[in-house]
């Protein structure tokens, strides 16, 4: 029998995926099958790798639900054959990558490890060796046969993150994510350090993958001045059902009666409004100040700790799953993938 590990390396495009053309200098993609010849290290680990590329591969900012279920689907498919997954991505949108794919992918046992890199690999200083070295010993690691890893996890510069709990919060060093809810699961140095307590126990049941996601969201960034044409505007979006809320401190907003009522209207209509704060870190907590409770009163949904990225992919998800707002509402208090510190 053939006991070799084996990973499934699912390039998507991005960053890492680069190499400079010799001729014009430019950055383009290249060619997964020379992955050897890119990195020779990749030789020395003892695993099997196959390599699924994403046709034509895109930057992240062209990512969306659909190619989500492609990436789902291929993992659905060779669910069987491998051991863990590596999903090369460009880093600007990872973290809702990474948050849509761990809604997506219910009763994953086996690692899916995303990252990518500021640097290509083409260039001399790249970080994306290092990253993609270390992605591929993770989604390898086992301990009595069985994932250490058994969740959506983003790896990036000696960090492996929960994938919806990081957020991407540096557009140019090479730590360029964090996850200023949950602490890591795992610290890179001389060695792989994993946090065994903070990691989800595999459950052993049968993966069951949801493709069908409803994008009929909006994301309602609050800012002194806000004007009431452009808070409308929003609510009045065609087919809306759902909103991130993006409100001040621990869940804030304004008290005036225009936007309470605006909101209000909406929510009697079945509107569901999350309320996931500005803030890089800490929670919601709508009964501090009164015009946190005043939300409270006419139905807001307190986000607790979510980032903005986890709330769009767990609403789209919900969505794709329930018809009626009570459905959604009561799931969102939920922790479904360890993306909030419910109590
Ligand atoms: N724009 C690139 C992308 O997200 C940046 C990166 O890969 O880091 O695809």
Redesign the pocket.
Same mark, same amino acid.
């Given at each position: 029998m053939d006991q070799q590990i084996s990973i499934l390396i699912i390039y998507t495009?991005?960053?890492?995926g680069m190499v400079k053309d010799p001729d014009s200098g430019i950055l383009k993609p290249f060619n997964f099958d020379n992955i050897y010849l890119q990195i020779p290290a990749l030789k020395l680990l003892d695993y099997k790798i196959e390599n699924y590329c994403f046709e034509p591969v895109?930057?992240?900012?062209d990512m969306d639900p659909h190619h989500w279920g492609e990436i789902t689907k291929i993992i659905e498919v060779n669910y069987e054959k491998h051991d863990g997954f590596v999903v090369l991505? *460009? &880093?600007?949108?990872?973290a809702y990558t990474a948050s849509a794919l761990s809604f997506m992918l219910e009763n994953l046992n086996k690692p899916v490890i995303l990252t *990518? &890199?500021?640097l290509p690999l083409g260039m001399i200083r790249t970080d994306g060796r290092e990253n993609f070295i270390t992605a591929i010993e993770i989604a390898a690691a086992q301990e009595d046969d069985t994932p250490i890893i058994p969740e959506v996890a983003i790896y990036f510069e000696n960090q492996l993150m929960r994938g919806n709990r990081t957020i991407k919060y540096n557009a140019e060093h090479f730590e360029?994510f964090r996850s200023p809810n949950y602490p890591a699961l795992a610290e890179v140095g001389v060695y792989i350090k994993y946090n065994h307590s903070l990691i989800r126990k595999p459950n052993f049941k049968k993966l069951k993958v949801h493709t069908k996601l409803d994008s009929n969201i909006a994301v309602l960034k609050l800012f002194p001045g806000i004007s009431k044409s452009l808070v409308e505007s929003v609510l009045q979006t065609d087919g809306l059902r759902a909103i991130v809320l993006e409100t001040y401190g621990s869940g804030n907003a304004p008290t005036k009666k225009w936007f309470i009522d605006a909101l209000k209207k909406r929510i009697d209509q079945g509107l569901i409004v999350l309320n996931a704060t500005q803030c890089q870190g800490g929670p919601v907590e709508m009964n501090k100040y009164q015009t946190g409770v005043t939300l409270q009163d006419i139905g807001v949904i307190g986000g607790i700790d979510i980032t903005t990225e986890a709330a769009t992919a767990k609403l789209m998800y919900l969505l794709g799953i329930y018809n009626t707002p009570e459905q959604v509402k009561q799931k969102l208090s939920q922790s479904l993938r360890g993306e909030i510190t419910a109590t």
């Open positions: 495009g991005g960053t890492i895109i930057d992240s900012s991505h *460009g &880093s600007d949108t990872m *990518g &890199s500021q360029a």
